[in-house]
């Protein structure tokens, strides 16, 4: 089992939120802070018990998790660094509002991105080497002995629902690839062994 989540907010009541990506390493606010501690307190209550835990680079993810393993019992998965969960980079249209991208490259851009995860023109995506990775983390599922936490960022995240033909025909059920902050996805396996979308957007 694969529990892929996003970090928590990162922009304070009232403050307008901004495109962050892998050049703005924001922390959690409290309200960050505490959307984690309710990941936490919901999947520990649900008996599940991480067998490994990975999460991005940045500091708003490893403050996620952090917050998630607190309540796993002890000893809890230690979170490993993974590249390829990085926020992707924005380009032009790093820390900017949305007004502000809307009138650079349109909303059917933006929904392209939203639905299909094509990148809008200069974001530093690479599309390829996400799915790669993804599809590899897919195939050692036997390696990790139990469910895998993994704590990532909204452009991250969606490539894990195209790098599988059944996840892909799940996800278009959705009318969006994104997952909300403190919000999480979930990936099993059926009976005959195939990866299946379990829930996505879940928010405790």
Sequence with gaps: MFIIVRHGNTFETGELPRRIGSRTDLPLTAQGREQGQALGRHFAAQGIRFARAFVSPLLRTRQTADAILAHQPAPAARAETAGFLREIDHGPDENEAEDTILARIGKDALAAWDTRAIPPPGWQVDPEARLSA???????????????????????????????????????????????????????????????????????
């Design 134 to 204: 993804w599809r590899g983390l897919f195939a050692g599922e036997t390696d990790a002995g139990g469910p895998v936490l993994l704590v990532t960022s909204n452009g991250a995240a969606r490539f894990a629902l195209l790098a599988d033909r059944g996840l892909a025909e799940g996800a278009r059920a959705a009318s969006t690839l994104k997952l909300p902050t403190g919000g999480y996805g979930m990936i099993g396996r059926g009976e005959a062994g195939a990866l299946e979308l379990q829930g996505w957007g879940i928010r405790p």
